[in-house]
T-cell receptor, first 114, second 112 residues
Framework: DTEVTQTPKHLVMGMTNKKSLKCEQH?????MYWYKQKAKKPPELMFV???????INESVPSRFSPECPNSSLLNLHLHALQPEDSALYLC?????????????FGPGTRLLVL | GNSVTQMEGPVTLSEEAFLTINCTYT??????LFWYVQYPGEGLQLLLK?????DKGSNKGFEATYRKETTSFHLEKGSVQVSDSAVYFC???????????FGPGTRLSVLP
């Protein structure tokens, strides 16, 4: 089973709202990732967690706040977003942050900020 | 740094045509190479991968061979179907702890 699940599938929020995206995997992977994908572009890395610790933050604005409560779960908390943050948010996981590990992606959450 | 270049398209083919999507890379060391496919409204799915030179990855009729001498990983399929219409991303994963590097993606449209 190489499944990564993400909820919700779609999300519409105002600029003053607080919402959270959720990602889950049960493959025993110890590295998890958040990506942002704009239309007709490749995914852009936002955050990397390795063994539940944040190891990379690619200069993402503080209105995005990641959390890794345990090895299977990854959350992305959203607050005071801007319309330009509208995008597809993808979660991925890999066995570890090792050498040339395959990343497995979830279906994504399509976010619209009004 | 590492980089991936691929033809951006869009590529439009008739059903049963032969498909080639070119991908070349720049990397130090010995990266692993991947092709991911993204169907409309969905996330990325791993299509195939190769971890060392001369490896051939294959899946669902798609093939790609890791060519170190030409730093290429071209995707091929002998006979495309309408259901293959999607965006295809070439990607590499380099040394320990290095991030994935994606190409810009190639949009494929297959007409009946």
């Amino acid at each position: 089973d190489t499944e990564v699940t993400q909820t919700p599938k779609h999300l519409v929020m105002g600029m003053t709202n607080k919402k959270s995206l959720k990602c889950e995997q049960h493959m025993g992977h110890r590295a998890m990732y958040w990506y942002k994908q704009k239309a007709k572009k490749p995914p852009e890395l936002m955050f990397v967690y390795s063994y539940e610790k944040l190891s990379i933050n690619e200069s993402v604005p503080s209105r995005f706040s990641p959390e890794c409560p345990n090895s299977s779960l990854l959350n992305l908390h959203l607050h005071a977003l801007q319309p330009e943050d509208s995008a597809l948010y993808l979660c991925a996981s890999s066995p570890a942050r090792g050498f040339s590990e395959t990343q497995y992606f979830g279906p994504g959450t399509r976010l619209l900020v009004l | 740094g590492n980089s991936v270049t691929q033809m951006e398209g869009p590529v439009t083919l008739s059903e049963e045509a032969f498909l080639t999507i070119n991908c070349t890379y720049t990397a130090t060391g010995y990266p692993s190479l991947f092709w991911y496919v993204q169907y409309p409204g969905e996330g990325l799915q791993l299509l195939l991968k190769a971890t060392k030179a001369d490896d051939k990855g294959s899946n669902k009729g798609f093939e790609a061979t890791y060519r170190k001498e030409t730093t290429s990983f071209h995707l091929e399929k002998g006979s495309v179907q309408v259901s293959d219409s999607a965006v295809y991303f070439c990607a590499l994963s380099g040394g320990y702890g290095q991030n994935f590097v994606f190409g810009p993606g190639t949009r494929l449209s297959v007409l009946p």
